[in-house]
């Protein structure tokens, strides 16, 4: 599991999987698409993940954006796969 920054004029940023094994010829699989800065600056989901992502001892994936949130200054997630 990944997550990249996105455009960086615009923000964004997704949070995906790899399986470089996939028999159906699509290794990536899509698991979140954050907000953009087109969308308005209030994203409660954030915008720009800017950290890789840490596996808790709890086994959620655990990551934060530079961008969004309540007051616009980023956010932290998590995500169980």
Do not use: E, R, V
């Amino acid at each position: 599991i990944g997550a990249d920054i996105g455009n960086q004029k615009y923000g964004d940023g997704k949070m995906y999987s790899m399986n470089l094994s996939s028999a159906t010829g699509t290794p990536i699989t899509l698991l979140h698409s954050f907000g953009s800065l087109l969308q308005g600056s209030l994203n409660l989901d954030g915008i720009n993940p800017s950290s890789g992502l840490t596996i808790g001892a709890d086994g959620y994936y655990y990551g934060s954006t530079s961008i969004g949130g309540n007051y616009s200054i980023g956010t932290i997630y998590k995500y169980y796969p």
